[in-house]
């Protein structure tokens, strides 16, 4: 089959690869309808070490189950499913309290932007789609694909923020996941959204997806306009999506005391100030980490289904699977937002 590898800054090349295979009894091949690049792929994309061997690329994808394991449980051939960015059992301790994330069978995957998936840990991963592919209108696969992760991780920092009816929130970074961010706010009944994010385009989706206040401006200038327009107390929760050392200490900046800060981007930094003059001294909770989709997919799947929901809107250009090094491309350079793969 095609796959796309990654083999050095820059370097990203489709080529042919093994077809995946069932290993486990627990797995389950899947071929793929829908995949995407990840901000977070822009990372290695800048900095990975060269390899001659390349590694596999992508963690979101949605797809049609083409062979199962003989221990998978409610699949089959043919079902069209949605898988979150991580496999898990779905059935340990951790799984249970929402963490699948942490699941110590789980792991991450990494071969999406691919014809096909092997599936670990299948019958815990894979979320079936009601009707089927032949029932699901196709302008609807973006949407379901952004469960893959993208909107699910925004929902989590809404969650682990708790964000409610009422509240004041600033959504730091305006990628797809900090779009993603607003609208999981906008859902969950906040009365305010600051977006602070420089990018005019995005910025405009992020109103329709409910932010009532954009700020450009960064740093000490940015912190300074969140609290003006907070009448100097700041924001009850600060959802940072970008994972970079400036979003976090705006984000500590523009904290109203006694709030939280909910971080979900990935983090491009080792060690962060958690002291008397960023946390402590005004009572703040920091939260967040790699969101548990597979603990919010079904609830939040029929909000997609019968269009209460359109996350998918963050996608705005579309590729095949050989043009995948064009989609790093442009992502990289932000000349688009999140590129949709079409295998």
């Known amino acids: 089959m095609r796959a796309a590898l990654m083999h050095g800054p820059g370097d990203v090349r489709v080529q042919d690869v093994p077809d995946p295979e069932v ?77 699948q994330t942490a699941c110590p069978r789980g792991g991450f995957f990494s071969a999406a932007q691919a014809e096909a998936v092997r599936v670990p840990q299948a019958a815990g991963t894979l979320v079936k789609v009601p009707g089927g592919l032949a029932g699901v209108d196709e302008a609807l696969y973006p949407s379901l694909l952004t469960l893959s992760d993208v909107y699910l991780t925004g929902y989590h920092a809404a969650v682990t923020g708790g964000v409610q009816a009422g509240r004041t929130v600033t959504v730091i970074g305006d990628g797809a996941v900090g779009l993603s961010a607003v609208l999981a706010a906008k859902q969950r009944g906040a009365e305010r959204i600051v977006l602070m994010g420089r990018h005019r385009a995005r910025t405009d989706l992020g109103r329709e997806f409910g932010a009532t206040d954009v700020v450009a401006e960064r740093g000490e200038e940015g912190v300074a306009k969140v609290l003006e327009l907070t009448g100097g107390q700041g924001s009850h929760v600060v959802l940072e999506a970008v994972g970079h050392r400036p979003a976090y200490e705006q984000a500590y900046g523009v904290v109203r005391a006694g709030g939280v800060i909910s971080r979900v981007g990935v983090p491009q930094y080792e060690e962060a100030p958690i002291g008397f003059a960023s946390l402590f001294g005004k009572n703040i909770t920091l939260t967040g980490g790699p969101a ?40 990289d350079a932000r000349e688009a937002l999140k590129v949709l793969v079409r295998p």
């Open 23 to 99: 290993q486990e009894p627990t797995d389950a091949v899947v071929r793929v309808v829908r995949a995407c690049v990840c901000g977070s792929d822009l990372h290695p994309y800048r900095s990975t070490e060269p390899s001659e061997q390349g590694q596999p690329m992508g963690h979101e994808f949605i797809g049609v189950v083409e062979e199962t394991g003989s221990a998978v449980t409610g699949l089959a051939a043919g079902d069209f499913v949605i898988s979150p960015f991580a496999f898990s059992d779905n059935t340990c301790d951790l799984c249970r309290d929402g963490f």
């Open 292 to 331: 548990p989709v597979r603990a919010y997919l079904e609830q939040v799947l029929p909000d997609v289904l019968d269009g209460t929901i359109d996350p998918g809107r963050v996608f705005d250009r579309t590729v095949g699977l050989e043009e995948v090094p064009e989609a790093y491309r442009a992502m």
